[in-house]
């Protein structure tokens, strides 16, 4: 379902920003051929981390050509405690009401 939500989003809608705030635990061969065909097409793909406040890692935001985002700590100094937490992380954001 992601992947059909991806190729529409560039082809139908003209997208060139996707964010999706959810993902798998599973690497499938349709949704790592939707985020490098909209990488082709110069669509920037923003996923989710997740949320369970340890090392798991989501599909897509692990691949290498999907920007993976999770939440800053209150400080501003390391990821919320609720932020996933692994190598595929890129970027932290304010996720929190301070």
């Not at 705030?21 to 490098?36: E, H, I, K, Q």
């Not at 405690?81 to 970027?91: C, E, I, P």
Request: hydrophobic content about 40%.
């Amino acid at each position: 379902m992601i992947t059909q939500i991806i190729r529409d989003a560039v082809d139908v809608y003209g997208c060139r920003i996707i964010n999706i705030s959810s993902g798998a635990r599973v690497d499938t061969p349709t949704l790592r051929d939707a985020a490098a065909w909209a990488e082709q097409h110069g669509v920037l793909v923003v996923s989710s981390a997740g949320n369970d406040g340890n090392d798991t890692v989501y599909y897509p935001g692990a691949f290498p050509s999907v920007l993976c985002v999770g939440t800053v700590n209150e400080s501003k100094d390391g990821p919320a405690l609720f932020s996933n937490r692994n190598k595929n992380v890129d970027l932290l954001v304010p996720g929190l009401n301070y």
